[in-house]
């Protein structure tokens, strides 16, 4: 965990990170009153769309993953 | 004459007035019997203490009354009283994300913030409490109990936790009803989605739930769960 780079951090509790080696990953903390994080691995398309737009992706992204928190199975848990 | 006239009316009243029964010959002289141990005077009931919605701003307000519209004849109100009555919320978070969302970057309020305000989703603390207890173990909690108890998957519950917990009566937090668009909230999918959003003040494991927002942190009471 300490090799990651943190790129964008949301006061939403979200946040995305580039890992040691170099895969961009967006952390969200789902839950309502037990609260914990997941973590999805951006595709290609994904990764291109965060250089382009940056936080605003980000954002949208992570509202995404808060809606569906196993994002069609490629969420798992960010302490795994 | 007259004189000696006033005074037979005179005689004459004081004997009518000695033969007038008492006032109250009804009922037993008070003089001639053993006066009763006075009842002793029943403890005062705890006076109930009043549940509040806190101090919310415009925008909550609107909202919190569109829930409680919408919720009707339950609202926040009955919600309180039914379920928080010692107006005191808990709520979990793993250890990572409370380090790294909470601790880390010294927050001010608990939960997802936005332009609005930071939004807590939290149960009664009586209720996680009690989960909580019976999940303890000699090596930590038990994740699938707590889960069970909680009404949520095991997954959202292993490894080390954070208890919350608040006294709304202390801190004046806003709470309401937490409605769809509230951050956090997703809705069910399957019937294997046990820890999705349900409007009505109860999560779909039927434990009570309200939105609190602005929670500060620096009130709150932190329980580390191993």
């Given at each position: ?8 951090r ?59 928190p ?11 | 004459?007259?004189r ?70 339950y ?25 790294e ?37 000699d ?74 927002i ?5 009130i ?7």
């Amino acid at each position: 965990m300490s090799d990651e780079q943190v790129l964008y951090r949301s006061p939403m509790l979200h946040r995305l990170l580039r890992e040691a080696d170099g895969q961009l990953v967006i952390e969200v903390v789902v839950g309502r009153m037990a609260m914990s994080a997941v973590r999805v691995r951006l595709d290609a398309h994904e990764a291109r769309a965060w250089t382009e737009e940056g936080g605003a992706f980000a954002d949208r992204l992570a509202a995404k993953i808060t809606a569906d928190p196993k994002f069609g199975g490629r969420a798992y848990p960010a302490d795994s | 004459m007259l004189r000696h006239k006033l005074l037979y009316l005179s005689f004459g009243l004081v004997l009518l007035a000695g033969c007038k029964p008492p006032e109250d010959a009804t009922k037993p002289d008070a003089a001639a019997t053993t006066n009763p141990a006075p009842e002793p005077e029943p403890e005062p009931e705890p006076a109930k203490l009043e549940v509040s919605t806190g101090e919310c701003d415009e925008t909550q307000t609107a909202i919190s009354k569109q829930a409680d519209e919408r919720a009707k004849p339950y609202g926040i109100l009955p919600h309180l009283d039914k379920n928080f009555a010692d107006m005191k919320i808990s709520w979990l978070i793993k250890e990572g994300p409370y380090q790294e969302y909470i601790v880390e970057p010294e927050a001010e309020f608990f939960g997802r913030c936005n332009d609005a305000g930071c939004f807590q989703f939290a149960a009664p603390t009586e209720v996680i409490a009690a989960a909580v207890e019976a999940s303890i173990t000699d090596e930590g909690h038990d994740a699938a109990k707590l889960g069970k108890a909680l009404g949520l998957p095991a997954e959202n519950m292993d490894g080390p936790l954070r208890m919350l917990t608040l006294d709304l009566r202390a801190s004046k937090t806003c709470v309401r009803l937490p409605v769809d668009d509230d951050p956090g909230v997703w809705k069910c999918k399957s019937e294997d989605d046990t820890d999705c959003f349900k409007f009505g003040g109860y999560t779909s494991g039927g434990v009570p739930e309200l939105l609190a927002i602005n929670a500060p942190v620096a009130i709150a009471e932190v329980r580390e769960i191993p």
